[in-house]
Structures are given as structure tokens and as C-alpha cells.
T-cell receptor, first 112, second 110 residues
């Protein structure tokens, strides 16, 4: 079972920031938080991951709370092409045979 | 574009038949994972191959099997197809921790 909890859906206006929350209250000390997204009928796309510090790349920012029990993915200026299902996943690194355990994710709808 | 390709993109099979799906991993990636995604659900892990050996498996029956070749490309074989095997089959290649997914193969079993 997925170790994360996400709201099933969120709406965002184009050009505004989209803030997607994730709860992972049982995360272990060596587990990272990963975010992927899946645009309709395509393969999931890696977005970003982090351990305890905030991370930023060209796609998004990841804010992890100090107790690491929750995190927020931020898309700073959402566009229509950001409409997708967003998955928050916790996973320990470098474990042979470990898989990404996907929950149902958050369906983000960006509208003009 | 992740550099991971899958073939075919779509296919239709009849219950009881066998199917082989193919995946070419991103250059240099030595690990391939396969996932099944039913409509409206998140992807479910089938198994993973590392340097031609299976090194992890999800809750799927033995009629789901696979291979990884020396060039790290991979096959997923499903025997005795059932209607519930209808799904999007995804492969993902990795070298370290990030997995990069292909576009998937849509399998319909009638």
C-alpha cells in the first residue's frame, strides 16, 4: 500500500501557483519523497525528489516540513499543460528490487 | 522524452493467448522495472530486472514473466491472458534512484 495521502483533486487558475500537499506521517529516516506526474495516457514523468531540505529545479519546488511528515509540491506558474495526475511517493534509495508504490495521486486541473 | 521506448503501442489479444511486450531502456541504464496500470488506478509494480537478473517482484502470478538482455532492453511476457489483464503496461529504466518511464503499451484482452 502507498505510504502517502493526497487529496483526490485540485483546481488552479493558469498563471497562478499550484500547491499540492502530501502527507507521509510514517516516513522512515532514510526514505526520500519523490514526485511524479502523469499526463493522460502517457507514462509517469519524474519531477523532483528530496530528503529533508527544500529542493528546486526547473519544473517545481519541493517543501518538506521539519518533522518530514508532510510535503508540498509547488508549480510556481501553472499552465494548461500542467493538468495531470500528481503522485507523491516515499522510497528508500539504493535498495535492489524496490519499486515505486503509487497511490491514486491528485488530479490537478489547470484552467484559463 | 525520456529515451525509453516501448512496443507495440497498442494491441488486442483474446483471452487465453500469450503476449510479449518490449522495452528499450535509456542508454546506460542497467535496471528496468515493469508496471501495470488499470484504468483509473496508479501503476502497480510487476517486477524489476537488474543486469539480466530479476531482483524484485510485486504481487503478480507466475504467468507474468520477463527477460532482460545484455543491452539492458527487456521483455514482459504474459501467458494465459485474462480479461483483467487489460491495462496500460509501463516500463521504466533507471541507473540510480530516479526511474524514467516509457509511453506504455495499451493491451486489450477480449
Amino acid at each position: 500500500d502507498a505510504k502517502t495521502t493526497q487529496p483526490p483533486s485540485m483546481d488552479c487558475a493558469e498563471g497562478r501557483a499550484a500547491n499540492l500537499p502530501c502527507n507521509h506521517s510514517t516516513i522512515s529516516g532514510n526514505e526520500y519523497v519523490y514526485w511524479y506526474r502523469q499526463i493522460h495516457s502517457q507514462g509517469p514523468q519524474y519531477i523532483i525528489h528530496g530528503l529533508k531540505n527544500n529542493e528546486t529545479n526547473e519544473m517545481a519546488s519541493l517543501i518538506i516540513t521539519e518533522d518530514r511528515k508532510s510535503s508540498t509540491l509547488i508549480l510556481p506558474h501553472a499552465t494548461l499543460r500542467d493538468t495531470a495526475v500528481y503522485y507523491c511517493i516515499v522510497r528508500a534509495p539504493n535498495q535492489a528490487g524496490t519499486a515505486l508504490i503509487f497511490g491514486k495521486g491528485t488530479t490537478l486541473s489547470v484552467s484559463s | 522524452e525520456t529515451g525509453v521506448t516501448q512496443s507495440p503501442t497498442h494491441l488486442i489479444k483474446t483471452r487465453g493467448q500469450q503476449v510479449t511486450l518490449r522495452c528499450s531502456s535509456q542508454s546506460g541504464h542497467n535496471t528496468v522495472s515493469w508496471y501495470q496500470q488499470a484504468l483509473g488506478q496508479g501503476p502497480q509494480f510487476i517486477f524489476q530486472y537488474y543486469r539480466e537478473e530479476e531482483n524484485g517482484r510485486g504481487n503478480f502470478p507466475p504467468r507474468f514473466s520477463g527477460l532482460q538482455f545484455p543491452n539492458y532492453s527487456s521483455e514482459l511476457n504474459v501467458n494465459a491472458l485474462e480479461l483483467d489483464d487489460s491495462a496500460l503496461y509501463l516500463c521504466a529504466s533507471s541507473l540510480t534512484n530516479e526511474q524514467y518511464f516509457g509511453p506504455g503499451t495499451r493491451l486489450t484482452v477480449t
